[in-house]
């Protein structure tokens, strides 16, 4: 870890301890070496038990199927208003998504699903890229 982060953000933070899971590299530009992959279960009224059970069987069966195949695991996950959002590490994004569409199939969600991917720019900057659905209308509501 370089000496300006370290004096001037000298706290850990969620975004940190994330920053050192994907490993930055040195560079001109700061490049993410691990896919991550956001899924967000979008509901249309607020959020309760029956909901966090669908959201928490979904994750679960995500990251056993990630696991089996060896192709990644859950890293966190987060309830933002009426938004359950989980942040898979994997190591493939086409056979991430693969596996994460069989899933959502398998448990018959009928939610609004987003699954994207973070475009870092830096450390601390980055955008969204929505990669299910492809002709959508939907957006992935970010992390705060």
Same mark, same amino acid.
């Given at each position: 870890?370089n000496?300006f982060?370290?004096r001037?953000?000298?706290f850990r933070?969620?975004?940190?301890?994330? $920053? +050192?899971t994907?490993g930055?590299?040195?560079?001109?530009?700061?490049?993410a070496?691990?896919?991550?992959l956001f899924?967000q279960?979008q509901?249309?009224?607020?959020?309760d038990s029956?909901?966090? #059970?669908?959201?928490e069987?979904?994750?679960?069966?995500?990251?056993?199927?990630?696991?089996? #195949?060896?192709?990644g695991?859950l890293?966190?996950?987060?309830?933002?208003?009426n $938004?359950?959002?989980m942040?898979?590490?994997?190591?493939?994004?086409?056979?991430?998504?693969?596996?994460?569409?069989?899933?959502?199939? $398998? #448990?018959k969600?009928?939610?609004?699903i987003?699954?994207a991917?973070?475009?870092?720019?830096s450390?601390?900057k980055?955008?969204? #890229?929505?990669l299910?659905?492809?002709q959508?209308?939907?957006q992935?509501?970010?992390? +705060?």
């Amino acid at each position: 870890m370089n000496d300006f982060f370290k004096r001037f953000f000298p706290f850990r933070t969620r975004q940190w301890n994330l $920053n +050192k899971t994907v490993g930055w590299q040195p560079d001109n530009i700061m490049i993410a070496k691990t896919p991550i992959l956001f899924v967000q279960l979008q509901f249309d009224s607020p959020f309760d038990s029956p909901s966090l #059970k669908i959201s928490e069987e979904l994750e679960r069966a995500i990251d056993e199927d990630l696991r089996e #195949k060896n192709l990644g695991k859950l890293f966190t996950s987060d309830l933002v208003g009426n $938004n359950y959002t989980m942040l898979f590490v994997i190591s493939d994004y086409p056979q991430g998504v693969e596996i994460i569409q069989k899933a959502i199939e $398998n #448990k018959k969600v009928k939610q609004n699903i987003v699954i994207a991917r973070r475009i870092y720019r830096s450390p601390f900057k980055w955008k969204y #890229k929505i990669l299910h659905p492809k002709q959508t209308s939907l957006q992935f509501h970010e992390l +705060k």
